[in-house]
């Protein structure tokens, strides 16, 4: 994606935003000596959002594929309901 493109309200950007306040919350943590239990469930919090960005940039490439190759209306949900992960 070009950077041209994104907006502010851009609901992947906004996510990347998040996981990188996670991130840092988690070094915090860290650093601070917190519990190793509470650090680890941060970072597995961190890891499922990631996981969510993926299936979204995945979601959005295959629907603009499917858009430029003039396939049914109906394409876009099937991609997304297929790639529902």
């Known amino acids: 994606m070009q950077k041209s493109n994104l907006k502010k309200t851009d609901p992947v950007l906004s996510k990347l935003n998040r996981i990188e306040g996670q991130v840092g919350a988690i070094k915090r943590m860290y650093e601070e000596g917190k519990e190793c239990e ?3 469930q ?3 919090a961190a890891r499922s959002a990631l996981g969510r960005v993926v299936r979204d940039l995945l979601t959005n490439e295959a629907c603009k594929c499917a858009k430029s190759a003039k396939k049914s209306k109906d394409f876009d949900r099937v991609i997304k309901n297929l790639l529902r992960i």
């Open 38 to 40: 509470d650090i680890v």
């Open 42 to 44: 941060q970072v597995q």
